[in-house]
């Protein structure tokens, strides 16, 4: 896979085929979920990871979400990663016909892993219950630049990443969404909290990292999925 931006110091190419498979979800209302559940064991054994904190360094491999109607337009997203694009693809079918359309409206949005996740010294695992998804595409500006501003543009943003990094962030690397949605990529971070993520925002903005692009951002609090699907201490 080619890369649409260049590797940096925080950032190094994957090149291993993994595909993520994230999920911006609204509940219909109630229901049981203990057949998406079963389809989702299914999943793990053919390799599939049900959650951030697997993706990024833990054993524990139960699926996760994170709340986010406190503040978004869905009531939950998060992120799955497939052992391939054809493994997503057939694995969220299989997720709808157990009941999870039934249950929830969904965008869900797929794509090959790009840069390898990046988890920082300061990172406090699973004690670390936010999670914070970034969606982007790159603009008009983006597409009129030439390769050597593309690149002094990375190198810049660099910069905030690395600060993002120090400060506690860990990052499931970058997942190239431009086949199939109106989005570029997505970044997943899972990070101490909304303090942590406030200053991130104002050291990227700083360094014109959003000069370059439209964003759609979620911020959430980890949840059992299961919990998320049914609405259980929403």
Request: charged share 25%; with cysteine.
């Amino acid at each position: 896979m080619s890369l649409l931006t260049g590797e940096t110091e925080v950032f190094q190419a994957a090149n291993d085929g993994r595909c993520a498979v994230v999920f911006l979800a609204k509940r219909r209302g109630g229901g049981d979920a203990s057949a998406v559940l079963a389809e989702l064991d299914r999943l793990r054994d053919k390799g599939w990871l049900l959650s951030l904190d697997h993706i990024l360094d833990t054993e524990a491999n139960e699926p996760s979400a994170y709340a986010t109607g406190f503040t978004h337009d869905v009531d939950f997203a998060g992120m799955f990663e497939a052992p391939s694009q054809s493994a997503a693809h057939a694995g969220i079918a299989a997720l709808e016909r157990a009941g999870w359309a039934r249950l929830l409206r969904t965008e869900w949005l797929t794509g090959p892993r790009e840069f390898l996740p990046v988890i920082s010294p300061a990172s406090r695992g699973t004690r670390d219950e936010w999670g914070f998804f970034a969606l982007w595409k790159w603009n008009a500006a983006w597409q009129a630049a030439s390769e050597e501003q593309r690149r002094e543009y990375d190198l810049e943003c660099d910069i905030a990443f690395a600060s993002d990094v120090r400060a506690g962030a860990a990052i499931a690397g970058r997942h190239r969404l431009d086949v199939a949605s109106e989005w570029d990529h997505i970044g997943v971070w899972r990070i101490p909290g909304a303090d942590m993520l406030d200053a991130a925002m104002r050291e990227h903005d700083r360094v014109a990292d959003f000069k370059f692009t439209t964003s759609r951002h979620y911020l959430g609090k980890r949840i059992p999925l299961e919990k998320a699907i049914t609405g259980e201490n929403a």
